[in-house]
């Protein structure tokens, strides 16, 4: 199979003959490559191009504007770490809402949580949301639980219009940002966030690679230093598909009641399935909690000094 994907953010990625190559300006001189079996779905919403490929070992993957979003293989890695370490750090979440994520995996994990009464989603493509419930099932599962009511639209615009207080915790599940994600990795946006939790809510957000991104990192974390009157603090993990094979997470809560991410008082209970059809944890537990934190040296030493 043999197609050549443009990236409205300026990245190529080609179908070369049997191989898929992430191939983009946010990872220069690197592509991940993965084997191609079977091209599933190919579109053009109003946002971003949408692909969805069979690989030969990583199952099916979905792909935004050229970008590996998620594989079947390893995005409870992703979706389970992004989702737990703000949910188990604080008693009883009850109102979460989710911007991005229209794959619908962070709905899943958070539907996990027996505390939590209600899910907001605020996804800005539509065709991101029907291709994963045609594709991905087992991830698009999270749409089925009642209590999630999904919003299709701009998160920055969702976020400015929510009531101040109103959330426990806010997930920025969003892809990198090279089009439409653009805003939600900047200043107005976090602030936005913090109004919109309430005194020790927490955020968690995407926050790209130690490897290839410390100048992003940096960026945010002093960002979140200044919004957040809480805790601040970077998490990462490792996910096989994404370039350099790891993803950070920016965890951050509002003045109030203190927050400990490396200590999570809230931990998830494995029987706590309230999904009956939500596949059981993969990749989350404990341990792997509080080592999420341990950072080597040279990303420890930039993130401390913000
Ligand atoms: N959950 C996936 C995984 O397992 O890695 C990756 C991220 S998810 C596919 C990223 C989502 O953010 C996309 O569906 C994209 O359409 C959405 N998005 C990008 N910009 C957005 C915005 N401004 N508001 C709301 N959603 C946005």
């Not at 991940?32 to 070992?57: N, P, R």
């Not at 400015?160 to 089009?179: E, F, L, N, R, T």
């Not at 809230?266 to 999904?275: G, L, M, R, S, V």
């Amino acid at each position: 199979a043999t197609a050549v994907v443009a990236n409205g953010g300026g990245s190529i990625s080609s179908v070369i003959p049997g191989w898929f190559s992430e191939i983009s300006p946010m990872w220069p001189g690197e592509a991940h490559s993965l084997k191609v079996e079977k091209i599933l779905f190919q579109g053009k919403s109003k946002y971003q191009d949408v692909m969805v490929f069979q690989s030969a070992t990583y199952g099916k993957v979905l792909v935004l504007d050229g970008v590996i979003q998620l594989t079947e293989r390893d995005e409870c890695a992703y979706q389970e770490m992004i989702s737990h370490l703000p949910l188990c750090s604080i008693p009883n979440p009850k109102k979460v809402l989710v911007i991005g994520g229209g794959d619908g995996g962070v709905l899943r994990e958070v539907n996990r949580h027996s505390s939590v009464e209600h899910v907001d989603i605020c996804e800005i493509d539509q065709m991101v949301v029907d291709v994963s419930k045609e594709y991905f099932p087992d991830v698009a599962v999270g749409y089925e639980d009642p209590r999630v009511t999904l919003h299709v639209g701009d998160g920055v615009a969702f976020l400015k219009a929510a009531q101040a207080g109103s959330y426990d915790a806010v997930i920025v599940d969003s892809s990198d940002p090279i089009g439409p994600a653009q805003e939600l990795f900047e200043k107005p946006f976090f602030e936005s966030v913090a109004k919109a939790l309430r005194p020790g809510g927490v955020m968690c957000t995407q926050a790209e690679s130690i490897w290839l991104h410390m100048d992003i990192i940096e960026g945010i974390v002093g960002n979140c230093r200044q919004i957040f009157g809480g805790s601040v603090n970077y998490a990462w993990t490792t996910v096989p598909t994404y370039p350099s094979g790891v993803i950070g997470f920016m965890l951050c809560s509002t003045e109030g009641p203190d927050v400990d991410f490396k200590n999570p008082i809230n931990p998830i209970d494995e029987k706590e399935d309230h999904n009956t059809s939500t596949v059981p944890l993969k990749f989350y537990n404990r341990e792997i909690h509080a080592a999420a934190f341990c950072l080597p040296s040279f990303a420890k030493k930039v993130i401390e000094s913000k």
